[in-house]
């Protein structure tokens, strides 16, 4: 198995944000990311740790780079204005 041990260059970062951009490719990102375990705390398994190591590398990759202050400053902006959950009826 080949790694890719580059970053890729804008071009590709570009390819990889087209893929994922449409309503249909965001849904299917969502269900990646949570499949790879980016969501969850992992605490064992070495299986579960590449897989999730995986899933940040895409979020590195779609985001452009290694996250900067202000990226992550603007991604906490659009956290806090998620709406909270609605709570489920018993």
């Not at 070495?46 to 895409?58: F, H, I, P, Q, S």
């Amino acid at each position: 198995m080949r790694r890719l041990d580059l970053f890729p260059n804008n071009d590709l970062i570009s390819l990889y944000r087209q893929v994922f951009s449409s309503g249909a490719g965001m849904q299917v990102l969502s269900h990646m990311l949570y499949d790879l375990g980016v969501f969850v705390e992992i605490t064992e398994g070495a299986e579960d740790v590449a897989l999730k190591n995986y899933g940040t590398r895409l979020v590195n990759i779609l985001a452009g780079g290694e996250p900067s202050q202000d990226s992550i400053e603007q991604f906490t902006k659009r956290l806090m204005k998620q709406p909270l959950p609605k709570p489920v009826e018993d």
